[in-house]
């Protein structure tokens, strides 16, 4: 069964300050990857996701991921982030193309601070 | 359009007692799936409704926890009796049928229901 790891629990940055959060993923055939946010108070909401095609996704609010085979990565980044992107930031894989296998990793809590 | 809604949102209670959360999915979603997440670990799948099926429940952790949804609509998670292990955040998400060609690969998540067992 397919399974994430999210090496960082925090990430604490300083605003306009570029960041990575690690994304690593295991499994046996094709996966889809996504990136979740969760604001303070409020739910999930994707991010960005990688369904096939090309390997680098964006999201509208300037982060990227890109998806890497060989190293089984899914790393989420943005060359310089705001104040709202405070969050906790999920990764999560799936094995089926309707998604019904979705499995998350622990989540990374990035804290921008001014 | 009303997004995915759970109630309550905090809930404590004493071992031993009973709790049910709720859940209403997107109106439409066939596909409705409950999440735990317990002291800040990853997000672990519990179970997956197709209408008013169980199509996996493979995670659900014991038999003191029972999910139903009668009609195809919003679900119920019980958990009778409730132990100090079953604290952690219930989320519900929902999401289109992938035949219905309008399942883009997105889960729409609630708020979560933070559940606390003294």
């Known amino acids: 069964a397919q399974s994430v790891t999210q090496l960082d629990s925090q990430v604490p940055v300083f605003e306009e300050a570029p960041v990575e959060l690690r994304c690593n993923y295991s499994s046996s055939v094709s996966v889809y990857l996504f990136w979740y946010v969760q604001y303070p108070n409020q739910g999930l909401q994707l991010l960005l996701k990688?369904?096939?095609?090309?390997?680098l996704v964006e999201s509208i609010n300037g982060f990227e991921a890109e998806f890497n085979k060989s190293q089984t990565s899914f790393h989420l980044r943005k060359p310089s982030v705001h104040i709202s992107d405070t969050a906790e930031y999920f990764c999560a894989v799936s094995e089926t193309a309707n998604n019904n296998d979705m499995r998350f990793g622990a989540g990374t809590r990035l804290t921008v601070k001014p | 359009e009303a997004g995915v809604t759970q109630f309550p949102s905090h809930s404590v209670i004493e071992k031993g007692q009973t709790v049910t959360l709720r859940c209403d999915p997107i109106s439409g979603h066939d596909n409705l799936y409950w999440y735990r997440r317990v002291m800040g670990k990853e997000i672990k799948f519990l179970l997956h409704?197709?209408?008013?099926?169980?199509?996996?429940e493979s995670g659900m952790p014991n038999n003191r926890f029972l999910a139903e949804r009668t009609g195809g609509t919003y679900s119920t998670l019980k958990v009778q009796p409730a132990e100090l292990e079953d604290s952690g955040v219930y989320f519900c998400?929902?999401?289109?049928?992938?035949?219905?060609?309008?399942?883009?690969?997105?889960?729409?998540f609630g708020e979560g229901s933070r559940l606390t067992v003294l």
């Open positions: 990688y369904l096939s095609g090309s390997t």
């Open positions: 998400a929902s999401s289109q049928d992938l035949t219905s060609g309008a399942n883009t690969g997105e889960l729409f």
């Open positions: 409704f197709v209408k008013e099926s169980k199509q996996d």
